[in-house]
C-alpha cells in the first residue's frame, strides 16, 4: 500500500503541473486569440460581444491571472473545457468526445496487433537465433526507419493511387452518416485499413528487436538452463520461464505507447486526413484554438498518466522482486 500511495502521489503531483503548465503556455504564447476570432467575422461584432467573447473563453482582462486559474481548475471539475474558436459555439469536451472514438479505434486496435505480433516474432526470433527469423530483422528495420509521412504517402500513392485498393483519404464515404449501420460501418473499415497497416509496419520492428534481445540475454540465465536440465518440454522452457521475464521491459513499453495513442495520432491523421483527435489538435494549432488545444493537450497528458500507473500495477503483478520492494 505504501508503494502505491508513493506512485498515487507522484501521479498526482506531476498531474497538478501538466494542468498548470497547460493553462499558462498559451496565455504566454504570442497572439490575441480573440483577436483572431473577431477578424473572422470582418469587425463585425461590437464591444460588447467581443467582452463576452473574452469572458467565455476565460481571457477576461478585467480578472486577475489568479482568479482565470481558479476559474480554470473550477470548470475541469465540471467537466468544461472550454468554448473551440475553430468550431464555434461547439465545446470542446463535445469535438474531443466526437473525434476521440476515430483515435482510440484506429491506434488502439494497430498499437496492441503491432504489440503481439512483433512480441511474438521476437519470442521465436530470440529462441531460435540463427534460424530464417533472424531474416526478417533487416527488412522490418528498413520500414521502420522510413518516416512516417513519408512512408503513408507512398502506401497512398501505390495502394490508393495505382492501384485504387484502399480509399486515400477520411474516414468514411462522404456521402454517408456516422451511425450504427453495416454500410457505415464496413466504410469506416475499409478507410481504416490502409493506415492501420502503415502503422503496424512502422512500429512492428521495434517490438521485435526489443523482445529478441531480451530472449537472448535471458535463455542464458540459470533458471532458464536448469528448466532445460529438468527435461521440460522446450515450449514450456521459452514461454513460461524465458519469455515470462523477457517481456518485462516490452510490458512496460506497451503501457506506455498505450498513453501515446491520443498523442502520436498527428502524422497519421495528418497524412490520411483521419476525423481522429490528432487531426482536430492540427486544426487548432492552425487556427491558435488555445482551448482546442489545452483540452487535447490536458487528454494526452492524463492518458499517459493514466498509462504509466498501468504500467506501474502489471509490473507489480508479474515480477516478483518489485513485490518485494514494494513490501
Known amino acids: 500500500m505504501r508503494y502505491f500511495a508513493q506512485r498515487l502521489l507522484f501521479y498526482a503531483v506531476t498531474a497538478w503541473a501538466a494542468i498548470t503548465i497547460n493553462f499558462f503556455i498559451p496565455r504566454l504564447m504570442p497572439g490575441d486569440p480573440v483577436q483572431s476570432l473577431i477578424n473572422r467575422y470582418q469587425g463585425q461584432l461590437s464591444t460588447q460581444a467581443i467582452d463576452s467573447l473574452r469572458t467565455l473563453f476565460g481571457l477576461d482582462e478585467q480578472q486577475s491571472l489568479w482568479q482565470q486559474y481558479l476559474d480554470y481548475w473550477g470548470n475541469l471539475f465540471d467537466g468544461d473545457l472550454g468554448t473551440s474558436f475553430t468550431y464555434f459555439p461547439t465545446g470542446v469536451a463535445d469535438i474531443i468526445g466526437q473525434s476521440m472514438p476515430w483515435t482510440l479505434t484506429l491506434m488502439g486496435i494497430t498499437t496492441v496487433l503491432g504489440f503481439l505480433l512483433g512480441t511474438g516474432v521476437g519470442i521465436l526470433a530470440g529462441w531460435r537465433r540463427g534460424s530464417w527469423l533472424d531474416a526478417m530483422l533487416p527488412v522490418t528495420t528498413f520500414f521502420s526507419a522510413i518516416p512516417y509521412f513519408w512512408l503513408g504517402l507512398i502506401a497512398i500513392t501505390v495502394f490508393a493511387v495505382q492501384w485504387p485498393l ?123 484554438d488555445y482551448p482546442l488545444m489545452q483540452g487535447v493537450f490536458l487528454f494526452v497528458t492524463l492518458a499517459v498518466l493514466a498509462a504509466n500507473l498501468l504500467a506501474d500495477v502489471v509490473y507489480l503483478l508479474l515480477d516478483p522482486r518489485t513485490r518485494r520492494e514494494a513490501s
Open 166 to 288: 484502399f480509399p486515400a483519404s477520411g474516414g468514411y464515404d462522404t456521402g454517408l452518416v456516422p451511425e450504427l449501420s453495416w454500410p457505415f460501418i464496413s466504410s469506416a473499415i475499409e478507410h481504416g485499413l490502409l493506415p492501420g497497416i502503415t502503422i503496424i509496419i512502422s512500429s512492428v520492428a521495434g517490438w521485435i528487436l526489443g523482445m529478441r534481445n531480451m530472449m537472448v540475454s535471458v535463455s542464458a540465465e540459470d533458471y532458464v538452463l536448469v528448466a532445460q536440465a529438468k527435461g521440460l518440454s522446450e515450449r514450456r522452457v521459452m514461454f513460461s520461464y524465458a519469455a515470462r521475464n523477457a517481456i518485462l521491459p516490452s510490458i512496460s513499453n506497451f503501457a506506455l505507447s498505450l498513453g501515446f495513442i491520443v498523442g502520436g495520432t498527428l502524422l497519421v491523421e495528418m497524412v490520411f486526413s483521419y476525423p481522429g483527435i490528432g487531426y482536430v489538435l492540427f486544426q487548432g494549432v492552425g487556427a491558435k
